[in-house]
Nanobody
Framework: VQLQASGGGWVQPGGSLRLSCEAS????????MGWYRQPPRQGRELVAG??????RYSSAAKGRFTLSRDQVRNTLYLQMDNLRPEDTALYLC?????????????WGRGTQVTVSS
């Protein structure tokens, strides 16, 4: 199981970005899939994710970020609106997936989001 994240970049405060994360491999089932972020010189924190069919949001993401997914393509999207400088971080995708008889907990390399004027 591998993850490919994309969609990061530079945006001015108040702008929007849409992140994508595609899980590839012979996947039978995705148990959970989500986005974390790691701001400069800080620890990793949950942004939003699906646990089963239930979307979860951090308090920082609620009301500004929207999670969606394409279950056929095993792709997770994060629409981020009204971005703020404090949203600047490396955004990392993670998945807990079953492939064959094994269960995999995989992290992608991430995509950088920079919000500044």
């Amino acid at each position: 199981v591998q993850l490919q994240a994309s969609g990061g970049g530079w945006v001015q405060p108040g702008g929007s970005l849409r992140l994508s994360c595609e899980a590839s491999g012979v996947i039978n089932k995705i148990n959970s899939m989500g986005w974390y972020r790691q701001p400069p010189r800080q620890g990793r924190e949950l942004v939003a994710g699906y646990l089963g069919d239930s979307p979860r949001y951090s308090s920082a993401a609620k009301g500004r970020f929207t999670l969606s997914r394409d279950q056929v393509r095993n792709t997770l999207y994060l629409q981020m609106d009204n971005l703020r400088p404090e949203d600047t971080a490396l955004y990392l995708c993670t998945v807990d997936a079953e492939a064959g008889i094994n269960e995999y907990d995989v992290w992608g390399r991430g995509t950088q989001v920079t919000v500044s004027s």
